[in-house]
C-alpha cells in the first residue's frame, strides 16, 4: 500500500515540477516582450537609445 502512495506522491510532484516550469517560462517571456516593446517605442528617448545601442554593443543588426 505504500508503493502506491510514493508513485502517487511523485506523480504529483513531476506534475507541480511541470506547472512550475511552465509558469516561469510564460512569465520570462511577457516580461521579456514587455521591455523589448517598452525599449522600442519608448518616448522618453534615454530609454529608446540605451536599448539601440545596447543592439550595436552586441553586434546585433537593427537597421
Known amino acids: ?29 511577457v516580461l521579456g516582450a514587455f521591455l523589448v516593446y517598452f525599449a522600442g517605442f519608448s518616448h522618453i528617448e534615454a530609454v529608446h537609445n540605451a536599448a539601440h545601442d545596447t543592439r ?3 553586434a546585433f543588426p537593427c537597421h
Open 1 to 29: 500500500m505504500s508503493i502506491s502512495t510514493r508513485h502517487t506522491h511523485s506523480a504529483t510532484a513531476a506534475t507541480s515540477t511541470r506547472s512550475q516550469r511552465l509558469a516561469v517560462a510564460i512569465g520570462a517571456t
Open 56 to 58: 550595436h554593443s552586441a
